[in-house]
């Protein structure tokens, strides 16, 4: 195609377009009109176009997975709309004139040959697609990195099957459909580390074991858990066999990084701390709350305060009788897409009340839709009387 | 799997595209109907409105005629053209980026024709016809 190297198809657009009042133009199909199903139109709002125009965009999905589009920072579905008008689609630039076509290429006075400028209709669009901002599916990054979590003593496995389920940042990229802030923040949200150049989640028993190790040291050597010294913790862990980078990692998800005077120091956070006591204590099934409240008081470091609080979204209360019984179940263990999340709630329990479920879908986040709106869509809302809280169950 | 939108117009400067949509669709007469390629749709007319500065144009299509107007486009198309791309991500990912998108043009305004032709045959043609 010798109008396309060019830069212009011979289309006339600016005909078109620059048409001025009082005259007129003959449109006719160009030569190479055709169904070219490899030409796409593409809606896009204004303040996606600088993202678009310098190369920032990438189109993300498996063959089974309906694509997205992900600008650095966002997530857009993209919908075909059809219509039934005829649209006609005009290309630019000047048309060829006839000459050109065989044999005068290195003449000089073709452009000087006055052409009649007849716009052309390259092909007629059927569709075109539309972007709506969604949230990243983030669910599949989940499942992915829990095929194989890290765990201490992985490193003496043997080779072969070394790079099975394992991930690096370009494997999630070509996998996740997220923009890379959203993947980013996804394994944030997971707590995951880069590992030897793969992403991984760490083994509950390991992020346990070397939780220990750090507060066991702290008594040992009399070090303030709310300023660790990065330094001595890595070194000491290290020389009983614990990788520094699983060891930082430890730091970065118990802890918070404070400087000062050029020493990196960790401190760690009372919530975290006590919940990973709290999870431990209660193991995999349930337990009187008195009992619980007992066993994860006595085991919480001294100088930490153990509070039910920080366990929402984290358990649930059942009362049997007289007592109250609680046992694990966590925000993080459910799905992320809306429908799928409200569907496991109500499957655990057919009716919530509002404090109860508020820990459980404050963190979903739907564009477009606040909470109260994700309410009306997946909820029944009962209220027998205006002083009785109100009472959530499927619709 | 990863497909990368491209755009080698550089700042801004994409080549503007135009649109002339119509209601419903324009058939060539059976005869040549596998033959368009540079035949002609029509006659495109634009005269301005003495009530409003906007621009009214008439679409003649063979017998039938059509009046729109110039209408800008709430948000811009993007023409996408579907290429093989010429650099994958790297040569540990051969399967990845096999196709890419690029932008070939922008489209900000069409010239809408919303209602139905009109026949363009007189009254006195009509007379005698019948």
Known sequence: MAGETNGGWGGGAESVLNLVPGSSISVRYHSLFGPHDDFLLLEADEALLPDILHNRVTIRGQTDEEAVLCTPLATYAMKFVGTSNSVFLIPPGDPIPPCMEDTCNDSKSNTSAAHEVVPSVIKVASSN???????????????????????LDEDVETDFQHNRSLYRWQDLLEQIQASEQELR?????????????????????????????????????????????????????????????????????????????????????????????????????????????????????????????????????????????????????????????????????????????????????????????????YTRRSQPSADVEPIFSAR | ???????????????????????????????????????????????????????????????????????????????????????????EFPASSATELEVIGIIRQKILFKTRPKALISRAQAKKLS
């Open chain 1, 129 to 151: 697609m539309e972007l709506v901002l969604v949230a990243p599916h983030l669910d599949k990054l989940k499942s992915l990195l829990n095929e194989r979590p890290y765990k």
């Open chain 1, 185 to 377: 923040d996804g394994l944030k949200a997971l707590s995951a580390a880069e590992i030897d150049g793969f992403w991984r989640i760490i083994d509950e028993k390991t992020m346990d074991e070397i939780l220990n190790m750090v507060l066991n040291n702290s008594i040992l050597h009399g070090w303030p858990l709310n300023a660790l010294e990065e330094h001595e913790v890595v070194s000491v862990l290290d020389a009983d066999g614990y990788p520094r980078n699983i060891t930082l990692h430890c730091l970065e998800t118990f802890g918070n990084m404070v400087e000062s005077s050029g020493c990196s120091f960790w401190s760690l956070d009372e919530k975290k701390v006590c919940l990973r006591f709290a999870l431990q204590a209660l193991g995999g099934g349930k337990m009187k709350l008195e009992i619980f409240l007992q066993k994860w008081r006595h085991c919480v470091p001294s100088g930490m305060h153990a509070d039910l609080k920080m366990l929402e979204g984290e358990v649930l209360y059942e009362k049997l009788g007289f007592e109250t019984w609680i046992r694990a179940f966590r925000v993080s263990a459910l799905p992320s897409t809306p429908a799928e999340r409200f569907a496991a709630l109500f499957m655990e329990r057919p009716r919530w009340n509002w404090k109860d479920l508020e820990p459980y879908i404050r963190d979903l986040h739907v564009p477009g839709l606040s909470l109260e709106g994700l309410l009306i869509k």
């Open chain 2, 1 to 91: 799997m990863q497909i990368k939108v491209k755009c080698n117009c550089g700042d801004g400067k994409c080549p503007e595209w135009a649109i002339i949509e119509l209601q419903g669709v324009v058939e060539s007469q059976l005869a040549i109907s596998d033959q368009i390629n540079g035949l002609e749709i029509g006659h495109l007319c634009c005269s301005s409105l003495s009530s409003s500065s906007q621009l009214s144009y008439i679409f003649t299509v063979g017998y039938h005629e059509l009046s729109g107007t110039k209408v800008q486009l709430k948000k811009p198309l993007l023409v996408l053209k579907k290429k093989a791309a010429v650099d994958a991500a790297g040569p």
